[in-house]
Nanobody, 114 residues
Framework: QVQLVESGGGLVQPGGSLRLSCAAS????????MGWYRQAPGKQRELVAL???????NYADSVKGRFTISRDNAKNTVYLQMNALKPEDTAVYYC????????WGQGTQVTVSS
């Protein structure tokens, strides 16, 4: 049974930082593409950052230079370091694991507000 458990969300002021974590179980972690998505109220879920099994990364234009995705295959964990946060980054952030299928975590709320 695949489980993805996100943590690290919260309330932060504009310009601040947060680090999200996603611990995976039930998969051979190092062969999966791991991604972070987000969904703001009234908007569609969108890709934020992706880490492929081959080690490459991709980012949404809106977060390039501010967010960094990384993975620790020994710990079956993927991270999203978010710096210089803006109010428009406010959303529920979801972890995703993808290979032949796709699995989602329960989401963690990130609120950027003064």
């Amino acid at each position: 049974q695949v489980q993805l458990v996100e943590s690290g969300g919260g309330l932060v002021q504009p310009g601040g930082s947060l680090r999200l974590s996603c611990a995976a179980s039930g998969i051979i972690f190092n062969i999966y593409a791991m991604g972070w998505y987000r969904q703001a109220p009234g908007k569609q879920r969108e890709l934020v950052a992706l880490s492929t099994s081959g080690g490459s990364t991709n980012y949404a234009d809106s977060v390039k230079g501010r967010f960094t995705i990384s993975r620790d295959n020994a710990k079956n964990t993927v991270y999203l370091q978010m710096n210089a946060l803006k109010p428009e980054d406010t959303a529920v952030y979801y972890c995703n694991a993808a290979r032949a299928g796709s699995w989602w975590g329960q989401g963690t709320q990130v609120t950027v507000s003064s």
